[in-house]
């Protein structure tokens, strides 16, 4: 039993050095590029490790000129295809801020509230990313969005090579 834990011991601090080397090399950021979210969500997380992986949650159609702490006004109501065009616009200007770009995106969640604007939202989609590869993709039908007005919001996921 003793020689068991020695190597329990032995394992645990060898997993103990692996994980805090890889945390030296991992560095995670938050930024919050419209001024309406700062203290109410992160827009976006960078991780640095082997490649750096960019998340960007929630992007829709809010207005990103609302001011700090505010509920921003939703552009485009009542139309999901424009919606759907503002948001990819937003994703693409963010993504570009960190280096990336839509070829970078490994997984999407796009959430709407009525499954009648797939066809609109799908076809925002294949023109968003134009003739480059589409990501991994998930599709929800909800009830609702955190700002009254919203008909979708996406969710994207990148990794850009170092």
Not at 137 to 154: C, D, H, K, P, R
Request: contains cysteine.
């Amino acid at each position: 039993m003793f020689r068991w834990k020695v190597l329990t011991c032995s394992a645990l601090a060898t997993v103990a050095v692996f994980a805090s080397a890889l945390a030296e090399d991992l560095e995670v950021k938050r930024y919050n590029p419209s001024e309406w979210t700062k203290g109410v969500f992160t827009e976006i997380i960078t991780v640095n490790g082997p490649g750096k992986t960019i998340y960007l949650a929630g992007v829709g159609a809010e207005d990103e000129s609302a001011p700090a702490g505010a509920f921003a006004p939703i552009r485009h109501l009542g139309d999901p295809y424009e919606q759907c065009r503002y948001a990819y616009d937003k994703i693409k200007r963010a993504l570009a801020a960190h280096g990336g770009t839509l070829a970078d995106v490994v997984k999407q969640v796009v959430y709407v509230t009525d499954i009648r604007y797939q066809a609109p939202v799908a076809k925002c989609r294949r023109e968003a990313y134009v003739n480059g590869p589409i990501p991994i993709n998930t599709f929800l039908v909800i009830s609702g969005l955190a700002i009254q007005g919203m008909l979708l919001e996406i969710d994207v996921t990148a990794v850009v090579p170092k």
